[in-house]
């Protein structure tokens, strides 16, 4: 028996030698196959957004992008902040904001409102600038919510366009840098280069944005004649915001002052140990007309290294190894419906958990986990002080502006169904 057990245990043995001897040979193909065939099978379905875009619009050619619509502009651009590149994207327009304080006569403004003055105001403006961008860019520029956030948007502007403050040049700036910084973000460190019709959707949609909140394009060389396109508007402003910058961003202690607040809300959610490194990483992200302008140092060439190494990485793995995002797991940051109260919530937080709704999972789950081990408030803590009932779009904004400007809102909406309606603005 004993010999029985000794053979059949040798014979198995010899069996699974065999099997593992052969295996290499066996799997080998598959797994070369393997190898070469997903990164192209990745490279492919990755483009196939894209080819559908052009088949979807008719905007094959230059001319025909002339005649674009704000609708299938909001389309297109839609498509590229919450499925192609939704990490880039909303990044791009946090710098774009933060750019911004590289020019004294708009950082003088916002330290003098006191909008900067401690975290609890930087944080509160930061969340509310985000909530109407995003309103703006998140729903079809008919809706009342368009119409509502480009209203909100004005009139918070209106006083301070009116008593000189604001000046038009920085409206129109700050405008720029909006349509302008996505592109060149995702240029620069995304796995593809945005296609001309994805570039003349962006432009189409922030040239209409600009003339609902009531920005000028006097400026501009077209800004009297008209522009043919998107993609003429945005090389226009491109150049103007050059030149602006050339002549208006330098140095001055209010820009620190203003970056250091934005800076403190970029590394909310980073341990304290690591805010060396995100200082180092915020500074990377600087070209050097920026930073000077906020005095900030440059960074170490080791963090240049490894910033760059670690972006370089990360487009790789998206291009060749990352299967496009779906659309049911597209990146939204903020409620589709109202609630019975008709307010709206963000879905995620950053920073300081304002508008976030303190259900369960965004008290308990993964991200609020983080946050307690932070010692950071979660949404519901605090009582009211983080507006766990959402926001309603027309008193986003400052605490003294809530419930003013609702007469100047409903004009400025009443005037948005005359022009603004989902057609081509170049026409």
């Not at 919450?82 to 990490?87: A, D, G, V």
């Not at 944080?123 to 509502?148: C, H, I």
């Not at 803590?381 to 926001?391: H, M, W």
């Amino acid at each position: 028996m004993d010999n029985a057990t000794s053979l059949a245990s040798q014979s198995l043995t010899d069996a699974v030698r065999a099997l593992l001897d052969s295996a290499p040979r066996q799997w080998l193909p598959y797994a070369l196959g393997l190898l070469v065939g997903y990164p192209l099978l990745t490279g492919s379905l990755r483009y196939q957004r894209v080819r559908n875009m052009y088949k979807k619009y008719p905007y094959a050619t230059r001319e025909d992008m002339a005649n674009m619509t704000d609708d299938h502009a909001f389309e297109i651009q839609k498509a590229v902040a919450q499925l192609e590149f939704p990490f880039m994207f909303i990044k791009s327009l946090q710098f774009a904001l933060f750019r911004t304080y590289g020019i004294p006569t708009i950082s003088h403004v916002l330290t003098k409102t006191s909008q900067f003055s401690s975290p609890e105001t930087s944080l509160k403006r930061y969340t509310d600038t985000s909530a109407l961008v995003q309103e703006m860019v998140g729903n079809n520029p008919t809706s009342a919510r368009a119409y509502t956030s480009f209203a909100r948007t004005r009139f918070l502007h209106a006083g301070y366009r009116a008593s000189g403050k604001i000046l038009d040049d920085d409206m129109l700036y700050t405008l720029a840098l909006f349509a302008l910084e996505p592109i060149r973000f995702i240029n620069r460190y995304e796995w593809r280069q945005l296609s001309d019709l994805e570039r003349c959707a962006i432009g189409t949609f922030w040239k209409s944005a600009g003339d609902a909140l009531g920005i000028g394009y006097e400026k501009l060389p077209s800004g009297a004649t008209g522009f043919k396109d998107g993609i003429q508007w945005l090389e226009e402003i491109t150049a103007w915001s050059e030149e602006y910058e050339e002549k208006c961003m330098v140095p001055d202690a209010k820009n620190r002052e203003t970056a250091d607040q934005t800076t403190a809300v970029l590394l909310y959610m980073l341990p304290e140990v690591l805010h060396p490194v995100g200082l180092q990483f915020v500074s990377f992200m600087m070209d050097e007309r920026l930073r000077k302008a906020m005095l900030y140092d440059a960074p170490s060439s080791i963090a240049v290294v490894v910033f760059s190494s670690l972006l370089t990485i990360r487009k790789l793995f998206l291009r060749y190894l990352s299967l496009p995002r779906p659309y049911f797991l597209r990146s939204i940051s903020h409620t589709d419906k109202p609630d019975e109260n008709n307010r709206f919530f963000l879905t995620q937080w950053e920073a300081a958990p304002y508008y976030v709704k303190p259900t369960f999972w965004n008290r308990w789950g993964p991200t609020a986990l983080l946050t307690r081990i932070l010692g950071r408030p979660v949404p519901g803590d605090e009582g009211d002080k983080y507006y766990p009932q959402g926001y309603s779009i027309k008193d986003v904004g400052p605490k003294y502006f809530e419930g003013k400007g609702r007469k100047a809102i409903d004009e400025s909406m009443e005037e948005f169904k005359g022009y603004r309606t989902g057609k081509c603005p170049f026409h």
